[in-house]
C-alpha cells in the first residue's frame, strides 16, 4: 500500500552559498528517501525554501550595501541552481517571503495565542540613536563581562564560548555605523514551552525506538536535564513578517519561530500553485503519513522539540483559523539528523574559503561523483571528513572499478557480439550459477530497501555495492569473454543474467546516482525515464514575484519502479558509453591549493 510520504529538507540561510557540509547534511539525505519512495510508488511531498528573513540576511544586505529583497534573490536563484543541477527533486523549493508564508505563520501565531500559550514581557534593549531602531543582538559589538575580548557580540562571545545576556556587554558598539547604543525598553511577545514540556517530552519518547542516538541526546535528554523554557517569538525589526496583533505594527516575528512553519506552509503554496488547493492535508493533516525532517545536527533542537511543541501547541485551532475547519496537524515521524562534515581535517568555514562549494565543484566534477562521495561519507552518526586523496581513491576504486565497468564492460560486449541486442536466450536454460546471481540481486531490493526505509545511507550504498560484487565475482567465475569464442550459447546465457542483474541494479542504485542511472536506463532501449523532471516558474503574489523549483512526473506518466528487472531475451539495446569518469591524482593538490585562498 502506498504511504504520503513528506521529506521536509533544512532552509538554507540567503546569506551564502551551499558548500558540501550543507549538502551531505541534509539536502541529499532527503533527495536520496525521497527517490526511493518515488521508485516504490509512495506518494511523495518534498518541500522546502530559502530562509529570507533574519539578521544574518539583513547584515548580508548591510554589507553588500544593497537591499534586503535583492540580496535573498541572489541566493534563492543560486540554490535553485545547484539543486537542479546536482538532481536534489523538489516538489516545490520556495521562500519564506511569500503572502501565503506569512498568512500561515500568522495563524499559528493566532492558534497559539488562542489556545493560552503566548504571553508578553518587557525587557531592556540596545537601542541606535543615530540609526532611529532597536538593534539585534548579532547587531551589537563590545567587550565580553566574562573574559575580556573585545570582539563580542552582544548575545554570544566566541572567545570563551559563552552565551551572553546582551544588556551586560561593555562597551558596546554598533556593527552598522560604529555609533553607541544605549538600552531602551522595549516588549516582546513569548512562547511558553514550559506548559507544553509533558507533551514534547511523550512526543520523543514515542521515537526513541527507531531516532538516532546523537539526535535523542540533544532532544530528549537535553529537555530531561534542563526543561523547556519560554523563548520571545517577535523582534524589533523592519524586515520579516508583521505580529498579527493590533499596535504591533514596528515588530516582526522572529525568524526562528516561523521558518520551521515553512515546511507547512511550502505544502499549502504547492498545493494551491498545483491546482489542488486541498491537497495539502494529506500529508499534513493525515495520521498515517509519516514526515522526515533532513537537517544538520546544530538544528536538532529547534525540529524535534520547538517545532512539535509549536505544531501541538495550535492544535487544531490552527486549521480553524487558517481555514475554518477541523483537523490536527502531522507531528515529524522521524527528523535523521546528521552530524557535521570537515575539510581536509579542518571545521568547514565559508568567510575563510574553507570549503567546498556545491556550484563550484560541480564545474569540474559530474553530479553522480559529487553525490556518491557525499553518501558513503555521510556524517550519519559522527562528524566526517571530505579529503580529496579520498574522494580521488574512492571515485576510482569503487565508483569506476566496482560499479561504472561493470555496467559498461557488460553492456558493450553484448552490443558488438549480440549486434545492439540482449542475447536471446531461451530462460527455461538459465544454470545454477546463473539463477542464483539473480536470486541475491532480487533480494537486495529488500536489504537496500530496509535500509533506506531506516534512513541508513551509507550501509544501503554499501550493500549496493557488495551486490554489484557479486556480479563482478559471477563474471570472472563464468568468464564469458572467453566462452564467446569456444561455446556463443553458454557465453550468451551469462551475458543475459549479468545484463538482467545491472538492469535490477540501475534501479537499486538510482536514489543515489540518478543521472548515470538514467543514462544506463536509456542503454537498456528504455524510453520511460526512471524519474520525472525539475522545472522552474514565477509565481506572483502581494509581495511580488518569486521563482520556485519544481518537479512533474515524466510526460508519459511511468517511472522507475522499485522491483527486480524483467528484461527481456532479445531486447534491444542503445550504444552504451561509460558512466563515469577516471579521475586524476593531480587534482589532488589543486584542489588542495584551492582551499583558504
Ligand atoms: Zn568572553
Redesign the pocket.
Known amino acids: 500500500m502506498s504511504e504520503n510520504i513528506l521529506i521536509a529538507i533544512a532552509w538554507p540561510y540567503a546569506n551564502a552559498e551551499i558548500h558540501v557540509g550543507n549538502i551531505t547534511g541534509s539536502h541529499l539525505p532527503g533527495d536520496i528517501v525521497a527517490r526511493y519512495h518515488r521508485l516504490k510508488g509512495d506518494d511523495v511531498l518534498m518541500v522546502s525554501g530559502t530562509d529570507s528573513h533574519g539578521t544574518p540576511v539583513t547584515i548580508a544586505a548591510d554589507k553588500e550595501g544593497k537591499p534586503v529583497e535583492e540580496v535573498y534573490k541572489k541566493y534563492h536563484n543560486g540554490f535553485i541552481d545547484l539543486f537542479r543541477q546536482l538532481g536534489i527533486q523538489f516538489d516545490l523549493f520556495t521562500t519564506t517571503h511569500t503572502e501565503n508564508h506569512f498568512k500561515v505563520s500568522q495563524s499559528m501565531f493566532l492558534a497559539l495565542q488562542k489556545n493560552g500559550f503566548l504571553f508578553t514581557q518587557k525587557s531592556q534593549q540596545w537601542y541606535s540613536p543615530a540609526a532611529k531602531r532597536f538593534l539585534p543582538d548579532r547587531y551589537v559589538e563590545g567587550t565580553?563581562y566574562?573574559?575580556?575580548?573585545t570582539r563580542?557580540r552582544s548575545d554570544q562571545?566566541d572567545?570563551?564560548?559563552?552565551v551572553?545576556e546582551p544588556e551586560k556587554l561593555l562597551n558596546p558598539k554598533s556593527k552598522v555605523d560604529g555609533s553607541t547604543p544605549e538600552l531602551r525598553e522595549t516588549e516582546h511577545f513569548f512562547i511558553d514551552f514550559s506548559k507544553l514540556e509533558p507533551q514534547v517530552l511523550n512526543f520523543l519518547r514515542e521515537r526513541t525506538g527507531y531516532m538516532r542516538e546523537t539526535v535523542l541526546g540533544e532532544s530528549l535528554r537535553k529537555i530531561e536535564a534542563e526543561g523547556l523554557k519560554p523563548r520571545p517569538i517577535t523582534r524589533d525589526l523592519d524586515w520579516g513578517i508583521p505580529v498579527p496583533v493590533e499596535g504591533w505594527d514596528d515588530k516582526r516575528i522572529y525568524v526562528w519561530f516561523e521558518a520551521v512553519i515553512g515546511y507547512l506552509s511550502a505544502a499549502v503554496e504547492w498545493a494551491k500553485i498545483s491546482g489542488q488547493p486541498e491537497i495539502w492535508k494529506n500529508w499534513w493533516v493525515n495520521p498515517s503519513a509519516k514526515a522526515f525532517y533532513f537537517i544538520g545536527k546544530d538544528n536538532i533542537f529547534f525540529h524535534t522539540a520547538l517545532w512539535p511543541a509549536e505544531l501541538m501547541g495550535a492544535g487544531g485551532q490552527f486549521l480553524r483559523i487558517f481555514s475554518e475547519e477541523d483537523g490536527d496537524l502531522t507531528l515529524p515521524y522521524d527528523v535523521p539528523a546528521n552530524q557535521f562534515m570537515n575539510l581536509e581535517g579542518q571545521k568547514i568555514s565559508g568567510s575563510r574559503n574553507w570549503a567546498v562549494w556545491g556550484r563550484d565543484a560541480l564545474t569540474r566534477y559530474d553530479p553522480d561523483a559529487l553525490r556518491y562521495y557525499l553518501t558513503v561519507n555521510m556524517p550519519e552518526n559522527h562528524d566526517s571528513d571530505w579529503d580529496w586523496k579520498e574522494f580521488v581513491a574512492k571515485n576510482n576504486g569503487e565508483l569506476v572499478a566496482t560499479w561504472g565497468n561493470l555496467a559498461n564492460r557488460v553492456l558493450s560486449f553484448s552490443y558488438k557480439h549480440w549486434d545492439g541486442f540482449v542475447p536471446s536466450i531461451d530462460p527455461a536454460a538459465l544454470r545454477p550459477a546463473d539463477l542464483d546471481l539473480l536470486a541475491g540481486i532480487d533480494a537486495g531490493f529488500k536489504t537496500v530497501g530496509d535500509l533506506l526505509d531506516a534512513v541508513k545511507l551509507r550501509a544501503a550504498l554499501q550493500e549496493a555495492f557488495r551486490l554489484a560484487s557479486t556480479v563482478n565475482q559471477y563474471l570472472d567465475q563464468m568468464a564469458p569473454w572467453q566462452a564467446v569464442k569456444t561455446n556463443k550459447d553458454g557465453a550468451a546465457l551469462t551475458i543475459y543474467t549479468a545484463l538482467k542483474a545491472i538492469d535490477s541494479l540501475k534501479i537499486i542504485f538510482a536514489p543515489f546516482l540518478p543521472f548515470t542511472c538514467e543514462k544506463l536506463n536509456g542503454f537498456f532501449g528504455c524510453k520511460t525515464p526512471l524519474f520525472g523532471e525539475p522545472y522552474t516558474e514565477t509565481v506572483k503574489d502581494s509581495l511580488g514575484e518569486h521563482t520556485v523549483l519544481r518537479y512533474k512526473a515524466s510526460a508519459s506518466g511511468a517511472v522507475g519502479q522499485w522491483k527486480p528487472s524483467e528484461l527481456k531475451p532479445g531486447a534491444k539495446l542503445e550504444q552504451p558509453a561509460a558512466l563515469f569518469k577516471k579521475l586524476e591524482d593531480s587534482l589532488i593538490e589543486e584542489e588542495r591549493a584551492r582551499l583558504g585562498q
Not at 146 to 149: E, L, R, S
Not at 159 to 162: A, P, Q
Open positions: 565580553c566574562i573574559c575580556g575580548d563580542a562571545c572567545n570563551c564560548g559563552n551572553l
